[in-house]
């Protein structure tokens, strides 16, 4: 497909949050989050953080106007996207093929509220053009759903979970140079995204619609299981961007005055160490296919004084297809 003007111009960015893979920083390019000195084994990388980002964002609010300036369209299969990871020049997408959809049941059976489904879980690699340059498969059979993902500096964090709530999941890493797949970790609840701290090398993730937050040592032990404080909207991708600190992308279905459903949108920075939310905004933007712009993959970074925000809402199958959205806002 045709390169777009305005992303070939982003791999060069100073501030990333999520993940975009490739070789070296480009010359005269910004160091991205998630660059640093390589970690010894079983340590955490040293990493650039992002407190120029984490600050233009606490200075958000829902009177700021962002404006649509790019979109790309994905001209391969995509399916049902869920999550982003920026690595330097290219983006980490992960995605579900649904073979067979679950299908609720009358009564719950055995603990579960509908079947399991069928389907094949995947992780796009991209160039910021909109080209595809591999495609991973991660999940197959009942677990297929690959959820929110984020890079630690090296390795892309990928869960992957059953299509259905109270169930199980296994959280895998991808080498981000390299492309090989690691089993990290099993977890007896769905778990819809995770982040990897980069301080305490700990993992922490989300549970069906985030309702639970869940916090692991690197091989999965748990340490802690809470409620989400939150109830705006339903994290569905998490990026580190600061010391202990990240920021989620999410969507509330509500109901509306005609007896129907509207979707809101908004994103939150929260403390990983004590879930609190120490900013918010909604996100009011809305996709071809009419949804918000926050339902599905979302990173966010900092270009100079502009903050960007790049989404991904529609499937490959609705409205223009999937499109890579870029919105920008200055501060």
Request: aromatic share 8%; hydrophobic share 35%.
């Given at each position: 497909?045709?390169?777009?003007?305005?992303?070939?111009?982003?791999?060069?960015?100073?501030?990333?949050?999520?993940?975009?893979?490739?070789?070296?920083?480009?010359?005269?390019?910004g160091?991205?989050?998630?660059?640093?000195?390589?970690?010894?084994?079983?340590?955490?990388?040293?990493?650039?953080?992002?407190?120029?980002?984490?600050?233009?964002?606490?200075?958000?609010?829902?009177?700021?106007?962002w404006?649509?300036?790019?979109?790309?369209?994905?001209?391969?299969?995509?399916?049902?996207?869920?999550?982003?990871?920026?690595?330097?020049?290219?983006?980490?997408?992960?995605?579900?093929?649904?073979?067979?959809?679950?299908?609720?049941?009358?009564?719950?059976?055995?603990?579960?509220?509908?079947?399991?489904?069928?389907?094949?879980?995947?992780?796009?690699?991209?160039?910021?053009?909109?080209?595809?340059?591999?495609?991973?498969?991660?999940?197959?059979?009942?677990?297929?759903?690959?959820?929110?993902?984020?890079?630690?500096?090296?390795?892309?964090?990928?869960?992957?979970?059953?299509?259905?709530?109270?169930?199980?999941?296994?959280?895998y890493?991808i080498?981000?140079?390299?492309?090989?797949?690691?089993?990290?970790?099993?977890?007896?609840?769905?778990?819809?995204?995770?982040?990897?701290?980069?301080?305490?090398?700990?993992?922490?993730?989300?549970?069906?619609?985030?309702?639970?937050?869940?916090?692991?040592?690197?091989?999965?032990?748990?340490?802690?299981?809470?409620?989400?404080?939150s109830?705006?909207?339903?994290?569905?991708?998490?990026?580190?961007?600061?010391?202990?600190?990240?920021?989620?992308?999410?969507?509330?279905?509500?109901?509306?005055?005609?007896?129907?459903?509207?979707?809101?949108?908004?994103?939150?920075?929260?403390?990983?160490?004590?879930?609190?939310?120490?900013?918010?905004?909604?996100?009011?933007?809305f996709?071809?296919?009419?949804?918000?712009?926050?339902?599905?993959?979302?990173?966010?970074?900092?270009?100079?004084s502009?903050?960007?925000?790049?989404?991904?809402?529609d499937?490959?199958?609705?409205?223009?297809?999937?499109?890579?959205?870029?919105?920008?806002?200055?501060?």
């Open positions: 497909m045709s390169a777009s003007p305005r992303l070939a111009t982003l791999a060069g960015l100073a501030v990333l949050v999520g993940t975009f893979v490739g070789g070296g920083v480009p010359a005269g390019a160091v991205p989050a998630g660059a640093g000195a390589t970690a010894g084994a079983g340590e955490a990388p040293q990493q650039q953080l992002d407190e120029p980002l984490t600050r233009a964002f606490r200075g958000l609010d829902r009177a700021d106007e404006e649509l300036v790019d979109r790309v369209a994905l001209d391969f299969p995509t399916y049902h996207p869920q999550g982003f990871a920026l690595v330097r020049n290219r983006i980490f997408m992960s995605t579900v093929e649904i073979i067979k959809a679950p299908v609720i049941y009358p009564r719950p059976r055995n603990g579960y509220d509908r079947s399991p489904g069928k389907g094949v879980g995947h992780v796009l690699v991209l160039t910021r053009d909109g080209d595809l340059l591999r495609d991973i498969e991660l999940g197959r059979a009942n677990m297929y759903h690959p959820g929110g993902i984020d890079f630690d500096g090296r390795r892309v964090w990928v869960p992957v979970a059953q299509y259905r709530p109270d169930s199980s999941a296994i959280v890493t080498d981000a140079s390299t492309f090989q797949v690691r089993r990290e970790f099993r977890y007896d609840d769905h778990v819809g995204g995770v982040v990897r701290d980069y301080e305490t090398g700990r993992v922490h993730g989300v549970s069906w619609g985030s309702r639970r937050l869940f916090t692991w040592r690197p091989n999965g032990g748990l340490i802690e299981r809470t409620a989400n404080p109830h705006l909207v339903d994290y569905q991708d998490c990026a580190y961007v600061d010391a202990g600190q990240q920021i989620c992308s999410g969507i509330a279905e509500l109901p509306n005055a005609r007896g129907g459903t509207y979707e809101l949108g908004g994103l939150a920075l929260t403390d990983l160490a004590t879930d609190e939310i120490e900013h918010e905004l909604p996100f009011p933007y996709s071809a296919a009419g949804h918000v712009a926050t339902r599905n993959p979302v990173a966010l970074e900092l270009d100079g502009t903050v960007r925000l790049l989404a991904a809402p499937d490959g199958e609705e409205g223009a297809g999937t499109e890579l959205l870029v919105y920008e806002t200055p501060r």
